[in-house]
């Protein structure tokens, strides 16, 4: 299939104006005197002016170096030779307090360098972030961790993020293509069960299209998530960031990511977030999962009694 020249017109990004221009502009400025990264940067999102200009940001921690090389991302590879910022943890904290934020998404490069892949640093970033912004809403974005099972616990049940998130990226028959070679459909899928049998609420991952996949495999990808448990899904349009990369296929039509939308929910996922500017940190996605998390404690606090047989009054987080 020939792509056309240009881009299609449902993939143009409008760039922000007025008050957005300003929010971007400000998150910009704080991101970059923190010394903080944002896979939004790295990984050349085309929402960056729509999420930062309302106020939303994916943060990437564990440094900008990731020890594996996929053939779909921009986010530069490499040794990082096991060094880790100690101090990380509690200034990105500090930082997303200052910010006043709802929701965030804390994602990571792969560190098969460091023995427990990072999950340890990921779980204590978590645990900050809730000491200096209890109400701010946190999803770890997390990798493989090489299929180990004690470091998705240490992430899932010591860091207990609001929602836990590991991307298969691609239907199966395109991993070994698209993917590193350590990584696995699998693999994938083990780590979002896993994560769901050590008590998150809330499972995510994302599929990207356009690399060459058939419509029924996509289909199939899907039912085989929503059979694994998985509560939401993400499906967008591959974007090649370099020539370097792995080359687009086609572009798929809005219609399709419809109908993917569609047939998901059919499923059973909790919520679907399919469309050609759609990526795993969407901020359609996180507007659902913050009001499916405020009425999770609603529904804990319902039943709650005191002494004299009424309801107590909790504190719930909105």
């Given at each position: 299939?020939?792509?056309?020249?240009?881009?299609?017109?449902?993939l143009?990004?409008?760039?922000?104006a007025?008050?957005?221009?300003?929010?971007?502009?400000?998150?910009?400025?704080?991101f970059?005197?923190?010394?903080l990264?944002?896979?939004?940067?790295?990984?050349r999102?085309?929402?960056?002016?729509?999420?930062?200009?309302?106020?939303t940001a994916?943060v990437?921690?564990?440094?900008e170096?990731c020890?594996?090389?996929?053939?779909?991302?921009?986010?530069?590879t490499?040794?990082?030779?096991?060094?880790?910022?100690?101090?990380?943890?509690?200034?990105?904290?500090?930082?997303?307090?200052?910010?006043g934020?709802?929701?965030?998404?804390?994602?990571?490069?792969?560190?098969?360098?460091l023995a427990d892949?990072g999950?340890a640093?990921v779980?204590e970033?978590v645990?900050r972030?809730k000491?200096?912004?209890?109400?701010?809403?946190?999803?770890t974005?997390?990798g493989d961790f090489?299929?180990?099972?004690d470091?998705?616990r240490?992430?899932?049940?010591?860091?207990?993020p609001?929602v836990f998130?590991?991307?298969?990226?691609v239907?199966p028959?395109?991993?070994?293509?698209?993917?590193?070679?350590?990584?696995?459909w699998?693999?994938?899928?083990?780590?979002?069960?896993?994560?769901?049998?050590?008590g998150?609420?809330?499972?995510?991952?994302?599929?990207?299209v356009?690399?060459?996949?058939?419509?029924?495999?996509?289909?199939?990808a899907?039912?085989l998530?929503r059979?694994a448990?998985?509560?939401?899904l993400t499906v967008?349009?591959?974007l090649?960031p370099?020539?370097?990369?792995?080359?687009?296929?086609?572009y798929?039509e809005?219609?399709e990511?419809e109908d993917?939308?569609r047939?998901?929910l059919?499923?059973?996922f909790?919520?679907?977030?399919?469309?050609p500017l759609?990526?795993?940190s969407?901020?359609?996605a996180e507007?659902f999962l913050?009001?499916?998390?405020?009425e999770e404690?609603?529904e804990q606090?319902?039943?709650?009694m005191n002494r004299?047989?009424?309801?107590?009054?909790l504190?719930v987080l909105?």
């Amino acid at each position: 299939m020939t792509l056309p020249a240009r881009k299609p017109d449902w993939l143009r990004v409008r760039l922000p104006a007025g008050p957005q221009q300003d929010q971007f502009q400000g998150l910009k400025s704080r991101f970059n005197a923190r010394g903080l990264h944002t896979v939004c940067e790295e990984a050349r999102c085309p929402n960056i002016f729509e999420c930062w200009g309302q106020g939303t940001a994916t943060v990437m921690i564990l440094g900008e170096t990731c020890t594996r090389g996929c053939r779909f991302c921009s986010v530069q590879t490499g040794k990082p030779g096991g060094v880790v910022d100690s101090d990380e943890p509690e200034n990105t904290a500090i930082s997303l307090a200052e910010m006043g934020l709802a929701y965030v998404v804390l994602t990571m490069v792969d560190r098969d360098d460091l023995a427990d892949g990072g999950a340890a640093h990921v779980a204590e970033t978590v645990r900050r972030i809730k000491h200096h912004s209890p109400a701010l809403r946190v999803e770890t974005l997390v990798g493989d961790f090489q299929g180990h099972h004690d470091d998705l616990r240490v992430v899932v049940q010591e860091g207990r993020p609001d929602v836990f998130a590991h991307n298969v990226e691609v239907v199966p028959r395109l991993q070994r293509s698209i993917r590193d070679v350590r990584c696995s459909w699998e693999r994938s899928v083990d780590a979002l069960v896993t994560a769901k049998k050590l008590g998150a609420s809330i499972v995510k991952t994302s599929l990207m299209v356009g690399l060459g996949e058939e419509r029924d495999e996509v289909i199939s990808a899907m039912q085989l998530l929503r059979d694994a448990d998985v509560d939401v899904l993400t499906v967008g349009q591959y974007l090649r960031p370099t020539k370097r990369h792995a080359s687009v296929q086609r572009y798929v039509e809005p219609a399709e990511f419809e109908d993917y939308e569609r047939l998901g929910l059919e499923m059973g996922f909790r919520f679907v977030a399919s469309g050609p500017l759609v990526r795993s940190s969407y901020r359609a996605a996180e507007v659902f999962l913050t009001g499916a998390l405020a009425e999770e404690v609603h529904e804990q606090a319902a039943p709650a009694m005191n002494r004299y047989g009424k309801k107590r009054k909790l504190d719930v987080l909105g």
